[in-house]
């Protein structure tokens, strides 16, 4: 087992209890990965690396059981809590016991930064999609708020440390081409976490990243400094920020 899957299978269940405490927190960063997918009723749609399930859940939501969900999480425990009406496989990224051409649309949120080199994916998604087929991903942009805080006040305060190799400026654009996408979109975008109060927005991070050298409040001011944090109706809006790219297979 390597080191991330030690990570993972370490902390995946208290990702999912964050998720379950306050599952629209992030429901903006879900909704904008959606809403650029063209799924049709019929068609098989796979979450990769879907973690707990969180975009297979929105894509069921919208679409029920018209379209077939495939779940790929490499870490069983990360995913034991998943829809049973959902096909799990827990294998790598870049190895998935699927044919060619077998799938219709892949969506991967926040799952890329902890590879320092994608290409493998990138390639396996082009080999999984039929021509034609859409690809729908999005993770942390270098030099971000978003990254800073990650690499560092995580980083210092979670067991294992937090080492992400974040998504560069120029790498959906030019690395998917290279593995035979078409990309339409290259952009990053707000998402804002949303939160009632201080209170949930500190203990909301404070689970999902484990930062169990912290306390839930010092995650909260360390999120204000490097992140920022603005007053909204109804709560508190965080300012994350992601990558966002929406590509098509090429024949
Ligand atoms: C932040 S979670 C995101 C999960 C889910 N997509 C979501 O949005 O809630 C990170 C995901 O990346 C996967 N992951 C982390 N490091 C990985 C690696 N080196 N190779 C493959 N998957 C990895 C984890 O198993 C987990 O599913």
């Not at 902890?114 to 999609?129: C, G, I, K, N, T």
């Not at 290259?186 to 999902?208: A, K």
């Not at 992601?242 to 090429?250: F, G, H, I, K, V």
Request: aromatic share 8%; hydrophobic share 40%; proline share 5%.
């Amino acid at each position: 087992m390597n080191d991330y899957q030690k990570t993972f299978n370490a902390r995946g269940h208290l990702y999912n209890d964050a998720m379950s405490a306050q599952p629209g927190a992030r429901e903006a960063e879900r909704a904008a990965l959606l809403d650029r997918a063209r799924m049709n009723p019929g068609q098989r749609v796979m979450d990769a690396p879907a973690g707990g399930g969180y975009v297979a859940d929105g894509v069921r939501a919208k679409l029920g059981d018209q379209v077939q969900l495939v779940c790929v999480e490499p870490c069983a425990r990360f995913s034991a809590a998943m829809d049973a009406r959902y096909h799990v496989l827990n294998e790598p990224l870049d190895s998935v016991s699927l044919p060619d051409a077998s799938l219709d649309v892949i969506l991967s949120l926040a799952g890329l930064h902890h590879l320092d080199d994608r290409m493998p994916v990138y390639r396996e998604w082009a080999r999984l999609l039929r021509p034609g087929g859409q690809l729908v991903v999005a993770d942390v942009g270098a030099g971000t708020g978003t990254a800073r805080f990650l690499n560092g006040f995580v980083n210092r305060h979670t067991p294992g440390g937090h080492h992400g190799i974040f998504i560069s400026e120029r790498e959906f654009s030019e690395h998917l081409a290279v593995a035979g996408f078409f990309v339409e979109e290259d952009s990053m975008q707000n998402v804002p976490w949303r939160f009632r109060d201080r209170e949930g927005l500190g203990s909301f991070c404070h689970t999902l990243f484990n930062t169990s050298r912290a306390r839930p409040e010092a995650v909260a001011d360390a999120l204000e400094t490097t992140v920022g944090l603005q007053r909204k109706p109804g709560g508190l809006a965080l300012a994350w920020q992601l990558r966002y790219a929406s590509a098509w297979r090429q024949a």
